[in-house]
T-cell receptor, first 115, second 111 residues
Framework: DAGITQSPRYKITETGRQVTLMCHQTWSHSYMFWYRQDLGHGLRLIYYSAAADITDKGEVPDGYVVSRSKTENFPLTLESATRSQTSVYFC??????????????FGSGTQLSVL | SQQGEEDPQALSIQEGENATMNCSYKTSINNLQWYRQNSGRGLVHLILIRSNEREKHSGRLRVTLDTSKKSSSLLITASRAADTASYFCATDADSSYKLIFGSGTRLLVRP
């Protein structure tokens, strides 16, 4: 099943460039999330969205921008990429907020390298 | 800051053996979840245990929760090579909307 898809799978960019990572889910889940995964840090929450046009910051939002004009899409934009943003990015969705014991469904990730 | 910390960081066992991973956390929680991540893939939810539960089973998985010690353990019985993956605990703190992940345990099951 399609579920939640991320694109691109791999991306190489240069410092200072703008990059947008795409996330699309087919379940009509209310909540969507962006995490980054780095060695030694586990997963850290960047931004989340409770519904269309409602977004909020997570643990590490600096340097990132999100939007959610449609329930099924939640793109993540790096406005001016830096080397410290080299990471694996995961999009996830859930029926309700995380604090209500809902499990997350993850995409396969985008591996981003900033040179 | 991480809420959950897994122990050990890496574990190597023989197929058929049991694997035990531990998770410690810092603040009161509503729920604790365990996820598996195969190499190069996203995380997959395994099991959720609520703060008022002490033990939960799902197939070959057994999760325990000790809120007095702020710790949880995941036991995989009769392990298989296909269980090779990283395992993460995640907690939603009592007063927070966020699901905080630990840094994970890398499990290698040797055939």
């Amino acid at each position: 099943d399609a579920g939640i898809t991320q694109s691109p799978r791999y991306k190489i960019t240069e410092t200072g460039r703008q990059v947008t990572l795409m996330c699309h889910q087919t379940w009509s889940h209310s909540y969507m999330f962006w995490y980054r995964q780095d060695l030694g840090h586990g997963l850290r929450l960047i931004y989340y969205s409770a519904a269309a046009d409602i977004t909020d910051k997570g643990e590490v939002p600096d340097g990132y921008v999100v939007s959610r004009s449609k329930t099924e899409n939640f793109p993540l934009t790096l406005e001016s990429a830096t080397r410290s943003q080299t990471s694996v990015y995961f999009c996830a969705s859930s029926l309700a907020g995380q604090g209500r014991g809902e499990k997350l469904f993850f995409g396969s990730g985008t591996q981003l390298s900033v040179l | 800051s991480q809420q959950g910390e897994e122990d050990p960081q890496a574990l190597s066992i023989q197929e058929g053996e049991n694997a035990t991973m531990n998770c410690s956390y810092k603040t009161s929680i509503n729920n604790l979840q365990w996820y598996r991540q195969n190499s190069g893939r996203g995380l997959v939810h395994l099991i959720l245990i609520r703060s008022n539960e002490r033990e939960k089973h799902s197939g070959r998985l057994r999760v325990t929760l000790d809120t007095s010690k702020k710790s949880s353990s995941l036991l995989i019985t009769a392990s298989r090579a296909a269980d090779t993956a990283s395992y993460f605990c995640a907690t939603d703190a009592d007063s927070s909307y966020k699901l905080i992940f630990g840094s994970g345990t890398r499990l290698l099951v040797r055939p």
